[in-house]
């Protein structure tokens, strides 16, 4: 049976995904270059990462105006926005995560994949941002969280290292909690809810579900990592110990879900 509503959205994902990439441009090609001509430098990272954070909160509304997808961020937005020096853990279930959440935290500072660096349509809008790579050695990669911490923005890292696969049990990384406990940053455990799931790992743009998905975040409980440090197990006990804090938290197993 024909399904007009099912042709609109996937009609409208292809368009969104569209929009987005030629959004990446225009802020690469005219946006930025505004910003490095009037904007002093001491202020220009701070400049664009509010812009990027702007045009991430269009691209989601537009993407709910379209009907792909019901947002609920309200809640979370209203506690993430005034986090300052905290690192951000989230589970990772679709490709718009990271855009979700820095279009709710204007101050956000994430780790990027190496392969967004070499994205035609993105690597203006990282370099601008000056987010972290995640291909530096580790002294260095820990030495820039540290400082964009120290500067009270909120780091953004997904434990998982890549996005979840359906069904299957979070596998997380120590990757965040040793940079939690080096750098002696407390975090906000976020669980993000797709249902349907949609921009999953290894699946098509263009796999799009039976009906609207929604999209929600929920924040849980602040994570101190004082209690952690307190250990004389040492770092690397205490590494594994908060990240299964971490997997406690965001599991959406553990929250309720189906």
Not at 54 to 60: A, D, G, H, L, Y
Not at 64 to 85: M, S
Not at 89 to 105: E, F, G, K, R, T
Not at 114 to 119: E, M, S
């Amino acid at each position: 049976m024909f399904n007009i509503n099912y042709v609109w959205r996937l009609f409208a994902t292809g368009l969104c995904f569209f929009l987005f990439g030629i959004g990446g441009l225009i802020l690469t090609l005219v946006v930025f270059p505004l910003v490095n001509l009037f904007i002093p430098k001491e202020t220009r990272v701070k400049k664009a990462r509010k812009i990027i954070s702007r045009s991430f909160k269009f691209f989601i509304s537009t993407m709910q105006f379209v009907g792909i997808f019901n947002f609920d961020l309200n809640e979370a937005e209203n506690f993430l926005a005034v986090q300052k020096g905290k690192v951000i853990v989230a589970n990772h279930p679709s490709l718009i995560d990271v855009v979700v959440l820095i279009s709710i935290i204007p101050h956000a500072d994430c780790v990027v994949k190496k392969d967004l660096w070499q994205n035609f349509f993105l690597k203006g809008v990282v370099k601008a941002a000056d987010y972290i790579k995640n291909d530096e050695n580790p002294e260095e990669l820990l030495a820039a969280c540290q400082k964009s911490l120290n500067q009270g923005f909120s780091l953004i890292i997904f434990p998982e290292g890549t996005r979840t696969k359906p069904g299957m049990p979070l596998k997380l990384q120590r990757g965040a909690s040793n940079i939690a406990l080096r750098c002696k940053a407390d975090l906000v455990p976020v669980v993000i809810d797709c249902f349907p799931t949609t921009l999953t790992k290894n699946e098509p743009w263009y796999s799009i579900p039976d009906k609207k998905a929604e999209f929600s975040i929920k924040v849980k409980n602040l994570i101190s990592v004082t209690q952690f440090l307190a250990s004389d197990s040492g770092l690397s006990l205490a590494a594994r110990k908060l990240t299964e804090e971490i997997k406690k938290r965001i599991s959406r197993e553990s929250n309720g879900y189906a």
